[in-house]
């Protein structure tokens, strides 16, 4: 649950949209033509693929909503997301399968 | 002959753009139901939504919000996952940079996955477009996409707000970051990316402030970037 202050999270909406902004215009605007080297585009491609995992395996082993106890249908769920992505590459296929799995195993364990 | 050029674009960039909406409306769907199940309220939801205009670093503010990360913190590593978006600025530039200044700043604003990618691709396939025209696809990628990002949003919000909480919605998140990064691991440089990531991320899991996923994070490019180089020198 955010129980921040109202102003704070304004504070992250208007400098995340400024940080954005800034990142899109940067090369329109100033940089010009000029092309980026080649080891920091190298770089760049991984930016989403290196974030995102790391900021879910915790969530995943140590869910907030059991204590922090590994927890079978969140660890299934998060398993099958994954394969059926890999195996689609579909967001939405990968999301209804893993839905589906939390929501089905909720159920069967009771 | 110019004006015409640019309503061909444009009508070609409408028809291009309008499939994401498939994607984009339960995606935007999702972030208002997340966002609002996660304590904002709709004009919050909404906001970050018109102002931010990316999904992914959305997403990863609000669950990096939810775990209490200070206030510097969760603008970095959000910005961090919108770092591509400068590659796609310099990618663009080449055939956009000739633009007038209005028409520039409305373009970093839409600069979206979706106008990236079928505008590189286009202006590949035709590079002899006028400018007008390259504009005019672009823009009409857009017509389409950026309304369905916004009311798709305002949707989910207003539906997060009479969600009871015993859905388990504290997993929304994660099934939707997995969602994201399977259909992306593209090459074994990408995998290594996500492995380095997962591994880091945990070891580092009681470095304070949440600084642990950063550093974790530049493993993972660092990672993925000398996989990519020794398997470009092994081919």
Redesign the interface.
């Known amino acids: 649950?955010?129980?921040?202050p109202?102003w704070?999270?304004?504070?992250?909406?208007?400098?995340?949209?400024a940080?954005?902004?800034l990142?899109?215009?940067?090369?329109?605007?100033f940089?010009?033509?000029r092309?980026?080297p080649p080891?920091v585009?190298?770089?760049?491609?991984?930016?989403?693929?290196?974030?995102?995992?790391?900021?879910?395996?915790?969530?995943?082993?140590w869910?907030?909503?059991t204590g922090g106890e590994p927890d079978p249908a969140?660890l299934a769920?998060?398993v099958v997301?994954?394969?059926?992505?890999?195996f689609?590459?579909?967001?939405?296929v990968?999301?209804i399968c893993?839905?589906g799995t939390?929501?089905g195993l909720?159920w069967l364990l009771g | 002959m110019t004006e015409a050029t640019r309503k061909e674009g444009f009508w070609l960039g409408v028809r291009h753009g309008l499939p994401f909406l498939?994607?984009l409306i339960?995606?935007g769907t999702?972030f208002g139901v997340v966002a609002t199940e996660?304590?904002?309220d709709v004009v919050?939801t909404l906001?970050?939504s018109i102002?931010?205009?990316?999904g992914?670093?959305?997403f990863?503010?609000?669950?990096?919000?939810?775990e209490?990360a200070p206030?510097l913190i969760?603008?970095a590593?959000?910005?961090?996952?919108?770092?591509?978006?400068?590659?796609?600025?310099?990618a663009?530039?080449?055939h956009?940079?000739g633009?007038r200044?209005w028409q520039?700043?409305l373009?970093?604003?839409f600069?979206v996955d979706q106008a990236f990618a079928l505008s590189s691709v286009k202006y590949e396939q035709k590079p002899d477009w006028p400018l007008a025209e390259k504009v005019g696809y672009y823009f009409g990628v857009i017509i389409p996409v950026a309304p369905a990002w916004y009311l798709s949003t305002l949707a989910g919000a207003l539906l997060g707000e009479t969600i009871p909480e015993a859905l388990?919605l504290?997993?929304?998140?994660?099934?939707?970051?997995?969602?994201?990064?399977?259909?992306?691991?593209r090459t074994a440089?990408?995998v290594a990316?996500?492995?380095?990531?997962?591994v880091?991320?945990?070891a580092l899991?009681f470095v304070p402030f949440s600084l642990g996923?950063l550093i974790?994070?530049?493993?993972?490019?660092?990672v993925?970037?000398q996989v990519?180089?020794w398997q470009e020198r092994r081919s």
Request: aromatic share 10%.
């Open positions: 649950m955010i129980t921040w109202a704070q999270i304004w504070l992250i909406i208007v400098g995340l949209g940080g954005s902004f990142m899109r215009f940067s090369f329109l605007a940089v010009g033509d092309e980026l080891w585009l190298r770089h760049l491609r991984y930016t989403a693929v290196a974030v995102l995992p790391g900021l879910v395996a915790p969530a995943v082993l869910p907030a909503a969140r769920a998060a997301t994954c394969v059926a992505g890999y689609s590459r579909n967001v939405m990968a999301v893993g839905a939390l929501y909720m | 498939f994607l339960p995606f999702l996660a304590g904002l919050e906001a970050f102002v931010v205009i990316a992914a670093a959305q990863t503010a609000v669950a990096l919000m939810q209490n206030v969760v603008l590593t959000s910005l961090a996952v919108n770092l591509r978006m400068a590659m796609y600025s310099a663009l530039t080449p956009l940079g633009a200044n520039k700043f373009i970093a604003y600069m388990a504290d997993f929304a998140l994660p099934i939707v970051f997995l969602a994201l990064i399977a259909p992306a691991l440089a990408h990316a996500a492995l380095t990531s997962v880091a991320a945990l899991a996923l974790a994070a530049a493993l993972a490019m660092i993925g970037a990519e180089l």
